[in-house]
Every structure is written in structure tokens, then in C-alpha cells.
């Protein structure tokens, strides 16, 4: 386990009394991707939650590679991440229950102004990254297997292309989260892949614009896997899905998510996409 992780959340899992996977404890440790914890949700969810049902959730932050690394551990009882691959991973292999739909927002291909690779308005994310790399235009990426990560080479990846060279800038600050990466993107005055939440939360703060938005390929779905109790026997399973079911109701967790943000900036920085949303919106996909 790494240092950092023990340092931040060895006191807490200390005071954790043991329970078996039909116990709870009013305590539940979550590992996170760091974006909806850097846009505020997170905690906005963790404190409603507590204030309905006084069970405590404190989540510790990593991008989604290492949120899910963390969780191999056995010392968290759910995970929130965002790259498909991964999480059907961790679930296959016995580490995770299930894939849960949670919510999800979207990736922009932004850039400095001049827009020097000329993709401005480009209806196709991958069309516009091939431009750039073609005109090998500055590009930075977090570079560190985070969920923004996974979906930036799932874009390279459909063309065929393996970003290298000067232009391809690898942030060696990457996994400290999306906030850092487009501050630093901004500094270069480079192009990059960063989520919507991001942008709004630092658009007053910045030079770079949106560029390319709005493709379907552009589409960032955030999940929830609570840990397997078979595998983990100390995983607070029963109040983790309570918490589960809590943040999949349509009265609870999915209206915190559909109205956050909203009066800060004027667009909410996530939709509710849980099944439960989903079906009481007349919607079945």
C-alpha cells in the first residue's frame, strides 16, 4: 500500500470497528476518482447522506487506476471511477460486485484561443486529436492511467495513433487531478482533454477555450463498485449499499446531482444516470 494513502486514512480505518459483510458500522471509506471530488460533489453527496441516515462516508482521492489500486487492498468498501475497461476489470477479477451507473458528464478538446492545429468547431474529437498530432501542435496529457487519462488514448486509440514526441507533453504532476493538469495545459498555452467540470470550475481562471465538445466519443460515465464483502469479509457492505441505493434514487442522490452546480455556474456539472433515474424519466436505454 502506498504511503500516502496510509498516511491520509490509517487513523480512520483504525477507529473502524471490524464487521462482517451483513454488519454495518455507520462508517464507510470511499475511494475516488479525483475530478467529482475537486468539483465539490462528492462532499456535497457524503454530507447529505449523513444528514439522513448519520452513517459517516469519507473518501480518500486518486486518480481511477489507483482509486481501483487502493481498493485491491481490501481497505475500502466502495469505489467511484470512470473508465470502463478498468472497472470491468476489477469486477472480473473478484475485487468489486458490480458496475453501478451513477452519473456522468462530458470531455472537451481544449486549447488556447488561436487554436494554431485549426480544429475549432471540429465535429469529430478524434478527427481533431489526428489533426493535431499531424501538425504536432502542443498537447498535454495527465499521463497516469486516471479515468481523463483511459478516455484521452480510448480518442488516440480509434485512429490508430500512439501520441510521442516534443509536442506530447506528459505532466509529471498528472496524478494529482484534472485541476492541476488544465492549469498547466493553460500555462503552455497546449491543447488538452479535460471534463466539463473542470472547465466550469476554472473557466475565470484560465485562457483556454472549448475547442471541440459535444460528440458522443466525448461522453464520460461515472460508476459506482462496491468492494466484494466475500473477497473483503471487514467491507461495511450493508451500509455501503445503503449509500448504493441512497445515490441511485431519484429523490435522493441522482436530485443532489442533477441541480449541483447549477446556481454557481449556470449549467449543473453532472447528470444522474442511474438505472432508477432512468426508468422513472421514461427512459429504458
Same mark, same amino acid.
Request: proline share 3%; glycine share 10%; net charge positive.
Given at each position: 500500500m502506498r504511503t500516502w494513502f496510509w498516511v491520509g486514512c490509517l487513523c480512520v480505518?483504525?477507529?473502524?470497528?471490524a464487521t462482517g459483510p451483513g454488519e454495518g458500522s455507520k462508517f464507510i471509506l470511499l475511494s475516488s476518482t479525483i475530478g467529482p471530488i475537486d468539483a465539490g460533489i462528492v462532499s456535497a453527496l457524503e454530507t447529505a447522506f449523513e444528514n439522513d441516515t448519520g452513517i459517516r462516508v469519507r473518501h480518500v482521492g486518486a486518480g481511477t487506476g489507483a482509486a481501483l489500486d487502493i481498493a485491491k487492498q481490501g481497505d475500502v468498501d466502495l469505489v467511484l471511477v470512470h473508465a470502463r475497461s478498468l472497472e470491468e476489470k476489477f469486477v472480473a477479477e473478484g475485487f468489486g460486485t458490480e458496475r453501478i451507473d451513477l452519473m456522468y458528464n462530458d470531455f472537451l478538446i481544449m486549447g488556447p484561443a488561436k487554436d494554431p492545429a485549426g480544429i475549432k468547431g471540429m465535429a469529430s474529437a478524434t478527427e481533431a486529436l489526428k489533426t493535431i498530432a499531424q501538425k504536432?501542435?502542443?498537447?498535454?496529457?495527465?499521463?497516469? %492511467?486516471?479515468?481523463?487519462? *483511459?478516455?484521452? *488514448?480510448?480518442?488516440?486509440? %480509434?485512429?490508430g495513433i500512439k501520441p510521442s514526441g516534443t509536442w506530447y507533453d506528459l505532466f509529471e504532476k498528472g496524478a494529482t487531478g484534472n485541476v492541476p493538469t488544465l492549469q498547466y495545459?493553460?500555462? %503552455?498555452?497546449?491543447?488538452?482533454? *479535460?471534463?466539463?467540470a473542470t472547465f466550469l470550475t476554472l473557466q475565470e481562471k484560465i485562457k483556454l477555450v472549448i475547442l471541440v465538445e459535444k460528440d458522443e466519443a466525448l461522453l464520460n460515465f461515472i460508476s459506482l463498485i462496491p468492494v466484494n464483502p466475500q473477497k473483503f469479509p471487514r467491507a461495511n457492505y450493508a451500509d455501503t449499499m445503503r449509500f448504493v441505493q441512497w445515490l441511485t434514487s431519484?429523490?435522493?442522490?441522482?436530485?443532489?446531482?442533477?441541480d449541483?452546480?447549477?446556481? %454557481?455556474?449556470?449549467?449543473?456539472?453532472f447528470f444522474p444516470n442511474s438505472k432508477e433515474w432512468r426508468e422513472a424519466q421514461g427512459k429504458t436505454s
Open positions: 480505518l483504525c477507529g473502524c470497528a504536432q501542435a502542443r498537447f498535454v496529457t495527465r499521463g497516469d %492511467k486516471s479515468g481523463t487519462h *483511459m478516455a484521452e *488514448m480510448a480518442l488516440w486509440e %480509434k485512429d495545459a493553460d500555462q %503552455k498555452e497546449a491543447y488538452t482533454v *479535460m471534463d466539463r431519484p429523490e435522493k442522490g441522482q436530485k443532489i446531482i442533477r449541483f452546480g447549477k446556481d %454557481k455556474y449556470g449549467s449543473p456539472l
